[in-house]
């Protein structure tokens, strides 16, 4: 045991001894207690005006250790002890700050990086055929079996998004025109603008977790809080370099009494579904872009309208509203719960932290702060194994289909630093009851221990969701 013990309490015999010499000391440990057993090595030839230094070279003492400990996060027990109590398989341990992104990307396989025409296409084959099957579910299925027609034609859809996102990072063709087009169609049935996405996305990858050091405070926020109770995600991702998610400010939080109840139902019940105002605040505002991007982000809205409005009056000309619900809008929000779901999952845990631009280390956002998540093999499938995540921003380059090869490589060279789950229901509580306001030490702060009169949706959750995994 590591001890610290201050000079003054060392106490020897007689009021007036002052040892002179060079000591040594010796430490004898028991939990708790440290012996320490000072040895006086005399000087040839010094003597003190008054006193001889006692011909007894050693005393036992007893003095109370201050133990130096480990950091929690360095210790394999407490990982081990977050991991159980958080519904992870494991906590990996922090990367060194030596480590650069390089280094991790240049012990994955070459092959991984190989864009395969036929697997590209294979990929759009399932997408189109599991989205036809599930409109053809919805059409035949009794009322009570629509939920279940609903979730799979959802699913089938969110792999409409991973073609568009493979196009995005120039991991589905050789052919950069054939990408655009791929990847604008992809979107189209989710009303998707594909470049303003891209853009955005892009912006997600450069800089995972990380937080602007030019505005801590949302000052902005106060003259449009009506607005920002509607919609409290304009003001939360302005704070973020990362266009993704991220916590809340405790500034914005206390700003306004109704915009504090709209940010706690949205990141508590409402949270698998936020992608929406994401959507909606990210994708089609000409403000957030810059002038070189304007020409393609206008073709791409454009599309999206123009499918809106071919597209959405003959659905209700041939089925009324009522089938437009049926069959774009249920699908459609069920994509949104996917979305929502693998976003939350790949970047927040209680133990994942923002940092400030300053302080931030690509190597560490993309490696310790990505989560690989398991999920149903049928939900890996149709949506072409977006949730194998962590080598996606190792490298987004690497195509869908080569993800699993590169997480296994990263398993063998870099398993220790890896945070891994299997999804379950203690997951998904701990992200909707803990993850909400940003806190420096702790990372999060939960909204009930804020606000707990008004956190009642949080306090809900905690008792309705299970926690098993």
Not at 138 to 165: E, M, N
Request: positive net charge.
């Amino acid at each position: 045991m590591a001890c610290r013990v201050a000079d003054s309490m060392f106490l020897f015999m007689g009021p007036h001894q002052k040892p002179s010499g060079s000591h040594k000391i010796l430490a004898h440990c028991s939990p708790g207690v440290c012996y320490l057993k000072r040895d006086i090595v005399i000087q040839k030839g010094i003597r003190h005006q008054q006193f001889l230094l006692p011909k007894r070279k050693s005393r036992l003492i007893q003095a109370v250790a201050i133990p130096v400990v480990p950091s929690p996060a360095d210790t394999v027990e407490y990982r081990k002890q977050l991991a159980e109590s958080y519904g992870f398989k494991q906590i990996g341990e922090p990367l060194p700050d030596n480590i650069k992104i390089k280094d991790i990307i240049n012990t994955l396989p070459k092959k991984v990086f190989e864009i395969d025409d036929v697997k590209a296409w294979k990929s759009v084959l399932i997408s189109v055929t599991s989205y036809a099957l599930g409109l053809l579910m919805i059409s035949k299925a009794p009322w009570y079996l629509l939920p279940l027609a609903w979730a799979w034609t959802g699913t089938a859809a969110t792999g409409f998004f991973v073609i568009g996102h493979d196009c995005a990072h120039k991991a589905f063709s050789s052919n950069k025109l054939v990408e655009d087009i791929v990847g604008t169609l992809a979107f189209l049935p989710l009303i998707y603008p594909y470049e303003p996405w891209r853009f955005k996305h892009d912006q997600h990858h450069a800089k995972t977790n990380m937080f602007t050091t030019s505005m801590k405070l949302p000052f902005l926020l106060l003259p449009f809080s009506k607005i920002s109770s509607l919609f409290p995600l304009v003001f939360i991702f302005r704070l973020s370099e990362d266009t993704a998610w991220h916590p809340v400010w405790k500034e914005e939080f206390d700003s306004s009494p109704i915009l504090r109840k709209a940010i706690i139902i949205g990141y508590g019940p409402l949270r698998p579904w936020m992608s929406i105002a994401h959507w909606l605040m990210w994708h089609f505002n000409l403000n957030k872009f810059r002038p070189s991007e304007l020409k393609r982000v206008k073709i791409s809205l454009a599309c999206v309208f123009a499918f809106i409005a071919i597209g959405w009056p003959l659905i209700i000309y041939k089925m009324g509203i009522m089938g437009w619900v049926k069959f774009w809008l249920m699908p459609w929000l069920g994509y949104h719960f996917w979305m929502s779901v693998f976003t939350m999952v790949h970047h927040t845990a209680p133990h994942i932290p923002f940092k400030y631009s300053n302080e931030w280390n690509a190597a560490q956002a993309q490696l310790n702060g990505t989560i690989h998540c398991d999920y149903p093999r049928w939900v890996e499938i149709l949506c072409h194994d977006i949730s194998v995540h962590i080598p996606h921003h190792i490298s987004p380059r690497i195509p869908s289909y080569n993800l699993r090869a590169a997480h296994k490589s990263l398993q063998e060279n870099w398993g220790k630093y890896l945070n891994e789950a299997t999804w379950n229901w203690r997951l998904m509580k701990t992200i909707l009851t803990e993850c909400h306001v940003y806190d420096q030490e702790q990372n999060y702060v939960p909204f009930d221990k804020l606000a707990p009169e008004e956190s009642q949706p949080i306090t809900f959750l905690r008792k309705a969701l299970p926690d098993y995994t």
